[in-house]
């Protein structure tokens, strides 16, 4: 059984940082790609950061690049999201997603999903 948690969200003043956790209760977690995406009421879901675990490559939208860093410990099955230098426009329902294929994760077609986390910046 697969369960990914995220944690972390939370209210913060514009230019302001927060991390953002993804707790991965999946074996063989080192062969998954892990994404972070965000979802705003009216607009697109957004794919916002990727990471491979296994070889460390990371991918970020444009939106978010020199802003946010994504990471990972292999010791806690855990994936972090950086928030730095927030803005208003970064508010969002923050999701982890993983899935073994990169394609899947960086499409927003991952297999598995956590619940969500909420980031409000003001």
């Known amino acids: 059984h697969v369960q990914l948690v995220e944690s972390g969200g939370g209210s913060v003043q514009a230019g302001g940082s927060l991390r953002l956790s993804c707790t991965a209760s999946i074996f063989g977690y080192s062969t998954y790609c892990f994404s972070w995406l965000r979802k705003t009421p009216g607009k697109e879901r957004e794919g916002v950061a990727s990471?491979?675990?296994?070889?460390?490559?990371?991918y970020y939208a444009d939106s978010v690049e020199d802003r946010f860093v994504i990471s990972h410990d292999n010791a806690k099955n855990t994936v972090y999201l950086h928030l730095n230098s927030l803005k208003p426009e970064d508010t969002a329902m923050y999701y982890c997603a993983a899935d073994p294929s990169a394609v899947r994760v960086l499409t927003g077609r991952a297999t598995y999903w956590g619940q969500g986390t909420q980031v409000t910046v003001s």
């Open positions: 990471i491979a675990t296994g070889s460390g490559n990371t």
